[in-house]
């Protein structure tokens, strides 16, 4: 059985249309968990009529607001089967949602599938998940290529786009508080395994509107210049850091960590961006899931540390 766990908060106007999505899915043999952080809205409410029409769904309510990691980390811990999506209350998935991530996961920890970006509407964006990173997915089928993305530049996993084996998630459930978001760590723990698969399939319909509890859209001014003055770095460094300190590893994605540590502490020195050249070309296509516009994001990298 497949366990969905569904973290909501005041999700009124988009929870309805995602619980319909779920419950259209072509894999039946799955439950709903729905963890509720104590809305204050007609959220508790609808997924009370929600759990009275189907026995596979089951709500819980928090006393109080935890914020969504914590809720999550209940929604999780209240799973009971084999695997465990994750949901997030807005968006919608695709009919084969399910059995694209349940057929791909096969004997690694994690897989993921790709979104589609949509307005609040539910009209196209015309980008995935992928695109808005600029991103080729061709560049997602290696185990190495995963980790020096994550590593030398950032997550590019949706968590709502997941699923884990549980025994793997139960494991690492808790997000440690040097990661803002729930997804990235849980992606980071699969990609240093080499547990992670992807498939390029659209599964998710992935709503933007004003309430996006993440904006994935690449298109903040605040995010561009942490990217340009290296406080991302520092975050990064940090979120490594936990991970070599509290996960194992094969040698390979060891000795990557240990680089990828150097590179995050010394990239403002401009001979160690000098030295780092060779990696740097070397990891290129890996760190930007692309080979667009080399000599100027090498300029940037030399001038200013931006990776």
């Known amino acids: 059985m497949i366990s ?20 259209n899915q072509t894999i039946q043999d799955f439950e709903i968990v729905v963890c509720d952080d104590n809305s204050n809205d007609s959220t508790w409410k609808i ?27 209940i929604a999780i811990q209240l799973c009971e089967g084999e695997y465990i999506a994750l949901c997030d209350q807005d968006d919608i998935w695709v009919s084969n949602h399910l059995e694209v ?18 307005d609040k509407n539910l009209q196209s964006l015309g980008v995935t998940h992928i695109e808005s990173l600029n991103g080729m997915t061709k560049y997602l089928d290696s185990d190495i290529g995963k980790a020096i993305r994550v590593l030398f530049v950032g997550n590019f996993c ?37 547990s992670l698969v992807f498939s390029p399939v659209i599964i998710t319909y992935y709503r933007q509107h004003d309430s996006n509890v993440i904006d994935r859209t690449g298109k903040g001014i605040e995010k561009r210049l942490r990217g340009l003055f290296g406080r ?68 940037l990298f030399l001038l200013f540390g931006r990776s």
Request: aromatic share 16%; proline share 1%.
């Open 232 to 299: 991302q770095s520092d975050a990064k460094l940090h979120q490594i850091s936990y991970a070599v300190n509290n996960l194992s590893f094969d040698e390979d994605i060891t000795n990557l960590i240990y680089e990828a540590i150097l590179f995050h502490k010394n990239k403002r020195r401009f001979l160690f961006r000098l030295r780092f050249l060779k990696t740097w070309f070397a990891y290129f296509n890996y760190m930007y899931l692309n080979n667009k516009n080399r000599f100027f994001k090498t300029l």
């Open 101 to 118: 991530l349940h057929t791909s996961i096969g004997t690694k920890d994690a897989s993921i599938g790709n979104a589609l970006f949509v």
């Open 158 to 194: 949706q968590g709502a786009s997941m699923m884990f084996k549980a025994n793997f998630l139960k494991s690492i459930y808790q997000v440690p508080d040097v990661f803002e978001v729930h997804d990235v760590w849980y992606a980071m723990a699969a990609i240093c395994k080499k």
């Open 47 to 73: 997924l009370q009529e929600f759990q009275s029409r189907d026995n596979r769904i089951r709500v819980f309510q928090n006393p109080k607001n935890l914020g969504f990691k914590k809720n999550f980390e």
């Open 4 to 23: 969905i766990a569904l973290a909501a908060y005041n999700g009124e106007h988009f929870i309805k249309d995602q619980l319909e999505s779920i419950l």
